[in-house]
Nanobody, 122 residues
């Protein structure tokens, strides 16, 4: 069983930055894909960024490309998301997710954290 714990959310003004972290426990995740997804009020959960394990390839949604950076540290079993140039439309609960296979479809992920709120004021 994998447990995921996110941290780093908060309130920030538009144009600001936040850094989210996800700490994993229960097993090492070097052979798992890891991703960040988010869900805004009244909207479906959406893929934000993810990194596969096989070649460490990284994928971003078009809405965050160039502003967000995802990284993983398999030695520490952690996943981070550096978010720059934040916009009010980035406001959502952000979730860390892992799965043996990489996907940009949130429902394909097996394990989820409890989420951390990110609020961007205009």
């Amino acid at each position: 069983q994998v447990q995921l714990l996110e941290s780093g959310g908060g309130l920030v003004q538009a144009g600001g930055s936040l850094r989210l972290s996800c700490a994993a426990s229960g097993r090492t995740l070097g052979d798992y894909a890891m991703a960040w997804c988010r869900q805004a009020p009244g909207k479906e959960r959406e893929f934000v960024a993810g990194v596969s394990w096989a070649r460490g390839s990284i994928h971003y949604s078009d809405s965050v490309k160039g502003r967000f950076t995802i990284s993983r540290d398999d030695a520490k079993n952690t996943l981070t998301l550096q978010m720059n140039s934040l916009k009010p439309e980035d406001t959502a609960v952000y979730y860390c997710a892992v799965n043996p296979l990489f996907s940009t479809i949130p429902d394909r992920y097996t394990y989820w954290g409890q989420g951390t709120q990110v609020t961007v004021s205009s």
